[in-house]
């Protein structure tokens, strides 16, 4: 498996190009040649998309925490709003946090980027870790300027009969990209790693994943779907690695994508890597335009055509945010969705 | 109700109606039969006002209204119903919902009042009845995973609700057993009213014995070259198109 990148804005040495192939459909080079000055600390009032939700909050505004910390820990159980919000021109910055659930806890994140100004880049890193039977349920909620660039990588480790569930739900930037490495110990253990992109305009969002079993017994299940207009780009990049001995992984990934314009596009690498002999994996990839004879049938019933388009890529896309347990946050989500659509289509 | 002039469509630049003429009277039931590639279907989708289906001359008229300067879905709250051959399966959007935001979309079309969602559930509940529709298969998405009498009996519980004026009937007898051919069609006889029409386009005589119509035409090679009363289906199930194939060519 190919070494993460640790990017960091500082260095421009760091900045992937195309020519490394986890990066080769987000040439962050292209877009950003030299370290960018570094923004200026912005004070964050509490709040942000999750906000009735509730929990506690940690919030970043251009790298900075209220304390003036780049870096953050939490460790417990409930809900954590865990913001990063950027107000900037032309300018960067970086953050980082830990979160940890203990053995048996319970913790719902609710991560939001929240983007205002323009041309900033923004990079953030973060470590997930899960305690034995630990249950941690993750949504992420990606709504940035156009012309952004946005960067977030977290590694993940899941101890034994621990659960790790994330949605993802991106609008995109001018790069966006969004990456989750997990280890899976097996025994017991289960991730699920969904995905959601609604792109208009010129955007582009990239969700990569990467799940290494480790151990015996281990499931992973994975659904992606999306829908690009205009000339934006979607790119899904999926590795599910099984190693030698984690015997019984039972991995499923799915990604599906709908394309509404000729200039729009999707690049998408579904990956089974599998090392060991007695291991249940399958992977499903379709990408094209809305059923035609879905949308007559809608229409001779006397649908509008616009209000069926809406009703049909609606309910294509809905089964993502249908998987999400936990009622306010699917609520949110499923909101978040209606309005991404009416303002695509 | 529906009055059909010398009705030409092409489909990818190939003529499939040549000349189609057709009028059913308000209140009665006419088949129309012919053998496959007659234009059939075509007939049905122009109508109904699916793309590709390109009209190069004639007319089609519902009650005074020029069909074929209407969207699809205008012309569905104008009263027009197509009952598809092979009924499209609609992931992720229940039966119920489907049917709700038809319903209200034709109403508010017409300029009437939508229908609140505990009416609907009533109105739903006592048709879903009759037609021997298990209520909770209306909470799921529509058609998926249906067996083809389930999706049929879907589409005569989409009549029942949506009261068109003209129905159409596509090979509705297609991959249904005698059971469900039964219910389809006892669902549909339901409908016939002095103020709807219907029009049963069909291969076969069989679904006729359910569904008795007032006159058979037959659709030969674009056009209609008999018609009759229903024992002109009768004969035809003895005879064969061959005779009609060989004199409209």
């Known amino acids: 498996m190919n070494a993460p990148v640790r990017l960091d804005l500082r260095d421009a040495s760091t900045f992937p190009t195309r020519r490394v192939e986890d990066w080769k459909w987000s040439d962050l080079k292209r877009f950003l040649r030299d370290a960018p000055a570094v923004s200026a600390a912005l004070a964050v009032a509490p709040g942000g998309p999750f906000a009735a939700l509730g929990g506690r909050e940690i919030a970043f505004g251009n790298g900075v925490t209220a304390d003036g910390a780049a870096e953050a820990r939490f460790e417990g159980a409930g809900t954590l709003r865990l913001r990063f919000v950027s107000e900037a021109q032309a300018t960067g910055h970086q953050a980082r946090a830990t979160v940890v659930v203990p053995a048996r806890a319970e913790l719902l994140v609710l991560e939001s980027y929240e983007g205002a100004g323009s041309a900033y880049a923004s990079n953030v890193t973060l470590g997930f870790e899960l305690g034995e039977g630990a249950r941690l349920t993750r949504i992420v909620l990606l709504e940035e300027p156009d012309d952004a660039i946005s960067v977030s990588a977290a590694e993940v480790k ?36 969904d995905g959601l992109y609604v792109l208009s305009g010129s955007r582009h969002a990239d969700l990569t994943t990467v799940v290494d079993h480790q151990g015996v017994e281990g499931v992973t299940s994975q659904l992606t779907k999306g829908v690009v207009a205009d000339s934006a780009r979607g790119v899904f990049q999926g590795r599910i690695v099984v190693d030698r001995g984690a015997d019984k992984t039972d991995a499923r990934m799915g990604h599906h994508a709908l394309i509404l314009s000729d200039k729009a596009e999707v690049d998408a690498k579904p990956e089974l890597e599998i090392y060991a002999d007695d291991v249940s994996c399958a992977h499903g990839n379709t990408v094209g335009a809305l059923d035609e004879n879905a949308l007559f049938y809608a229409c001779a019933r006397g649908i509008p055509e616009h209000e069926a388009r809406v009703m049909l890529t609606q309910a294509f896309l809905g089964e993502v945010t249908d998987r999400i347990e936990h009622d306010g946050a699917r609520e949110a989500a499923q909101a978040w969705l209606v309005d991404r659509l009416e303002a695509l289509l | 109700m529906l009055k059909i002039d010398n009705l030409q469509v092409s489909v990818a630049d190939k003529p499939i109606l040549k000349g189609l003429s057709l009028d059913v009277p308000a209140g009665e039931v006419h088949a129309v039969m012919g053998p496959n590639g007659a234009g059939k279907s075509t007939l049905g989708y122009t109508l109904a006002g699916r793309n590709g289906y390109e009209v190069t001359a004639g007319s089609a008229f519902l009650n005074g209204e020029d069909l074929l300067a209407l969207e699809p879905n205008e012309r569905a709250a104008k009263g027009l119903f197509l009952s598809f051959q092979y009924p499209l399966e609609i992931p992720g959007v229940p039966a119920l919902t489907f049917v709700r935001t038809a319903l209200n979309a034709q109403r508010k079309a017409r300029g009437e009042g939508e229908v609140s969602a505990p009416e609907f559930l009533k109105l739903v509940k006592q048709k879903a009845k009759d037609l021997r529709i298990d209520f909770d298969m209306l909470k799921r998405p529509l058609n998926v995973g249906f067996s083809g009498g389930e999706k049929k009996r879907m589409e005569v519980l989409q009549m029942a609700l949506l009261e068109p004026k003209l129905l159409i009937l596509d090979e509705t007898d297609s991959g249904l057993d005698i059971d469900a051919l039964r219910i389809v069609s006892e669902g549909v006889n339901a409908l016939r009213a002095p103020d709807r029409s219907m029009l049963v386009i069909t291969h076969y005589q069989r679904l006729l014995d359910y569904i008795r119509p007032d006159k058979v035409h037959v659709l030969a090679a674009g056009r209609i070259v008999a018609s009759g009363g229903p024992e002109l289906a009768l004969e035809l199930e003895r005879t064969g198109y061959d005779r009609y194939a060989a004199e409209a060519a």
């Open chain 1, 158 to 193: 899941v101890a034994p009969h621990a659960h790790y569930t994330q949605t993802v739900l991106a609008s995109g930037a001018k790069l966006q990209r969004h990456e989750t490495r997990v280890n899976h110990p097996g025994h017991g253990a289960s991730v699920r790693l």
